[in-house]
T-cell receptor
Framework: RKEVEQDPGPFNVPEGATVAFNCTYS??????FFWYRQDCRKEPKLLMS?????NEDGRFTAQLNRASQYISLLIRDSKLSDSATYLC???????????WGAGTKLIIKP | DAGVIQSPRHEVTEMGQEVTLRCKPI?????LFWYRQTMMRGLELLIY????????DSGMPEDRFSAKMPNASFSTLKIQPSEPRDSAVYFC????????????FGPGTRLTVT
């Protein structure tokens, strides 16, 4: 089993819809979690950090489920500009090691 | 506020040549990371530094790769000799120690080895 797993997609979603995707992790000792977005041929950019149970920033909500060892990202009222690859990152703080998921590709269609 | 700066943005070289990639992290950041990204392997951590000291270089593929950080504002990643399989996008990123997972990436160097 991979340490961090994501559905590669693509998720094809109409503009204005709500979309959610999950990221599962294998190490129960993981302490902090991050979502990055990466546009085509660009660098990854930090979208959200999760240090406790969840985080919300405008249309974006991240929820952590420690019992089931997954973190989700919910995007409401999706925009064309939300089209990107979303990378899940898990930090095992005890040894300063980041584990990167392979990413979920999201395509928002007009 | 300047972000992470990388140079060159594009590099095309022939197999066997030496390649040097450069990075200037965000001022005040304690950590600097070098990553490589390909379609096949995704994003891979090569090496990272804390206060200019290499901490973990287990991701460096082989002895042809070396990285240095002579001061807090400059780092290099060198490949000598380069091979076609080294073709990838190389990213540099930096972060504060207390926010290790919140990394700021440079625009990357797209390397093509022919």
């Amino acid at each position: 089993r991979k340490e961090v797993e994501q559905d590669p997609g693509p998720f094809n979603v109409p503009e204005g819809a709500t979309v959610a995707f999950n990221c599962t992790y294998s190490n129960s000792a993981s302490q902090s979690f991050f979502w990055y977005r990466q546009d085509c041929r660009k660098e990854p950019k930090l979208l959200m950090s999760v240090y406790s149970s969840g985080n919300e920033d405008g249309r974006f909500t991240a929820q952590l489920n420690r019992a089931s060892q997954y973190i989700s990202l919910l995007i409401r009222d999706s925009k064309l500009s939300d089209s990107a690859t979303y990378l899940c990152v898990v930090n095992q703080d005890s040894n300063y090691q980041l584990i990167w998921g392979a990413g979920t590709k999201l395509i928002i269609k007009p | 506020d300047a972000g992470v700066i990388q140079s060159p943005r594009h590099e095309v070289t022939e197999m066997g040549q030496e390649v040097t990639l450069r990075c200037k992290p965000i001022s005040g950041h304690d950590y600097l990371f070098w990553y490589r990204q390909t379609m096949m392997r995704g994003l891979e951590l090569l090496i990272y530094f804390n206060n200019n000291v290499p901490i973990d270089d287990s991701g460096m593929p082989e002895d042809r790769f070396s990285a240095k950080m002579p001061n807090a504002s400059f780092s290099t990643l060198k490949i000598q000799p380069s091979e076609p399989r080294d073709s990838a996008v190389y990213f540099c990123a930096s972060s504060f120690a207390r926010r290790f997972g919140e990394q700021y990436f440079g625009p990357g160097t797209r390397l093509t080895v022919t």
